[in-house]
């Protein structure tokens, strides 16, 4: 029972802190905007709990930010480039992982994840909502930017060089972790070539990167409370060092190699997520 109100509190605020946010910054179309995004996350988990598959749960978490993205640009109506270069940044990202994320869990037949958490409908329920805050978290600045029509300048520029440099670093990452695994003589041994030389999570580090890109393209065109949306990188690594990515990952990686040498090595010299540039 408490565990099932836990999951029921949980799910209550994380949609009420995107919301709230939503609603500071005075603009009705981010706010409705964020409603979407949790309508959509869950009318998705009725079909997902009745039939118990996680298959498509990142692919719509994908179709998701697409939806929201190109429905701001329909809403606004708007010929600004600048609006169209950073909703090309953030489908290109969507499509990419999404497309990655599914062809995965297609591979492997199930996501291991989600083996405890399918069976029980306030935990399940409470997934498919912690996916809304991470698709109105990360799309607040962008949403809000959008709507009160994006500043071109050079701090856009920055931004974009910032989040290309990101999207490289992750989809570098990404690929050599792929190519390495399809490897049968590298079954169950743990990957510290090419960018995992340098960190033990680079496309974590191409994640944090890029939507830090995407804040500073925002920056310019917000103002008062609407600062507050620019939360999203902070969010996003909050969310992969100490939820659901890297704790979770160097936590399963210790019970497996934490008895080899060169695994102890690889952790004691190899930075969790920044690069090592030298040495």
Not at 135 to 146: F, G, K, P, R, Y
Not at 245 to 251: A, P
Request: net charge positive; charged share 15%; with cysteine.
């Amino acid at each position: 029972m408490k565990n099932h109100i836990f999951n029921i509190l949980s799910s209550v605020i994380a949609f009420y802190i995107p919301f709230q946010i939503a609603l500071l910054t005075g603009l009705p179309d981010v706010k409705n905007l964020i409603l979407l995004i949790f309508s959509i996350q869950w009318i998705c988990f009725i079909p997902a709990f009745i039939f118990q598959t996680e298959k498509f749960f990142d692919l719509m978490g994908s179709i998701t930010y697409l939806t929201a993205i190109f429905t701001v640009l329909y809403i606004t109506d708007t010929r600004n480039i600048s609006d169209y270069i950073i909703v090309a940044c953030i489908a290109l990202w969507a499509i990419r992982l999404g497309s990655f994320l599914f062809m995965r869990i297609r591979k492997a037949g199930e996501d291991r994840r989600f083996r405890d958490i399918k069976p029980n409908f306030t935990r399940f329920f409470m997934t498919w909502t912690l996916q809304g805050m991470w698709v109105s978290m990360c799309l607040l600045c962008v949403l809000t930017a959008i709507s009160s029509g994006i500043i071109t300048n050079s701090i856009f520029y920055i931004g974009v060089v910032i989040f290309t440099l990101g999207f490289i670093i992750e989809v570098i990452a990404d690929y050599q972790k792929t190519v390495f695994r399809k490897n049968i003589g590298n079954k169950d041994k743990f990957i510290s070539t090419g960018l995992w030389a340098y960190s033990r999570h680079p496309n974590y580090f191409g994640e944090i990167l890029l939507w830090f890109g995407i804040a500073i393209m925002s920056f310019s065109s917000l103002n008062g409370l609407q600062y507050l949306t620019l939360i999203s990188p902070i969010f996003v690594y909050i969310l992969l060092v100490y939820i659901s990515g890297i704790r979770i990952l160097e936590n399963n990686g210790y019970k497996k190699w934490g008895h080899l040498e060169s695994y102890k090595e690889y952790l004691q010299n190899t930075p969790r997520l920044f690069f090592k540039i030298f040495g």
